[in-house]
């Protein structure tokens, strides 16, 4: 598998989760933590950090200097300004950790405002540990369709990271080219996937619609708990595609046959959904891109439904879009 960013090659899940157990660790020789104020201006940090020796790792503080050194080279950034006014680092495999990481090549990705093209090139040519880097930190995806102009934009590099995300039922890991599916931290003990769990602790969850999917994890949480039919659906194309990428790299722990690309036919012109992804057998899984409202005049209706909308989103018009089904559950 590739990366759609960057045409990289994508671990597969089962590499990540053996991984976890070292993630971002310091080696025995590795310097001390540096613990840099981030509310500091730069003038009173200025100090030479290091990366070890023996495993090359860097701390994050180091890293977040070294970009925060070439914003201010590009007039982006003063003297005065902070580690915090760099952005948000994202780690590139997001896993609930008890320690500041300790970074390798291309384990970062910066999202914040105030940067320019230039300027992000020279960040990816120049820290190393910096894999990409995004302006903007709003929600990508289509809420409103008005919006446009405060969506994120991949400045320089390649945006793909991924979430570990665990549940009682085993672990997956999501990926999601970061500048187009919005952030989301998926714990055990998050809210959303304590409903999930409990709904397929209590009922038997066979046919269920993971309506808007963004990147898959609803729907890839059913499959482990032994949905047989799941569908997934999302009007942005960004989402479904790296829903169809999570299904390829979780397949062996889902049980999951190959994912094919049906080739969209002529009847699929127009505003309904169209069937981008089917894995046949079972579990049968359906991936479809476009509108809730339309998707059961596509899609056989589910038993269950499962409705994951944007933080104040609306919700009627989505039960609505639900009602040839049998329940509809609101993440
Ligand atoms: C909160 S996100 C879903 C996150 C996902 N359940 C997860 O856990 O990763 C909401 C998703 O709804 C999608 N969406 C919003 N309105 C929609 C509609 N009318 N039809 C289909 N998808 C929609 C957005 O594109 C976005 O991906
Ligand atoms: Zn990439
Ligand atoms: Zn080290």
């Known amino acids: 598998m590739d990366c759609p960013c960057c045409g990289r090659k994508i671990r597969p899940a089962e590499e990540v989760l053996a ?3 070292a993630l971002y660790m310091a080696c025995p020789l590795c310097p001390p933590e540096p613990g840099l104020e981030k509310n500091s201006p730069l003038h009173l940090l200025d100090r030479d950090l290091e990366r070890c020796s023996a495993c090359g790792r860097a701390p994050l503080d180091l890293v977040m200097l070294e970009v925060l050194k070439v914003l201010v080279d590009f007039g982006l950034r003063d003297r005065s300004d902070t580690l915090r006014s760099v952005g948000s680092p994202l780690v590139e495999t997001g896993y609930p950790m008890a320690y500041p990481p300790r970074l390798g090549r291309d384990e970062l990705i910066i999202s914040g405002r105030g940067l320019s093209r230039p300027a992000a090139e020279e960040i990816t040519k120049s820290v190393p540990e910096v894999k990409g880097v995004i302006q903007g930190d709003g929600l990508p995806g289509m809420i409103d369709p008005g919006r446009g102009e405060n969506d994120p ?13 665990q549940s009682i039922f085993g672990d997956l890991v999501i990926y999601k080219n970061q500048s187009k599916v919005h952030i989301e931290f998926s714990r055990q003990d998050a809210p959303k996937m304590r409903i999930l769990e409990d709904l397929c602790l209590w009922r038997r969850v066979r046919d269920v619609a993971d309506c808007l999917c963004g990147p898959g994890t609803l729907g890839l949480i059913c499959l482990l708990a032994g949905a047989t039919r799941v569908v997934l659906n999302d009007i942005w194309r960004p989402a479904v595609e790296n829903a169809i990428l999570n299904l390829e790299v979780n397949r062996s722990a889902l049980g999951i046959g ?7 036919s002529a009847s699929d012109l127009g505003s309904y959904p169209v069937l981008v992804g089917l894995v046949e057998g079972e579990p049968r899984v359906e991936v479809y891109h476009g509108d809730l409202a339309r998707l059961f005049s596509r899609a056989k209706p589910a038993e269950i439904c499962l409705i994951d909308p944007f933080p104040g989103g609306k919700t009627k018009d989505l039960i609505d879009a639900c009602r040839s089904c049998g329940d509809v559950v609101i993440i």
């Open 19 to 21: 991984g976890l157990d």
């Open 153 to 165: 934009e991949l400045l320089a590099g390649c945006d793909l990271r991924c979430d570990v995300v």
């Open 258 to 264: 190959r994912v094919d690309r049906p080739e969209p």
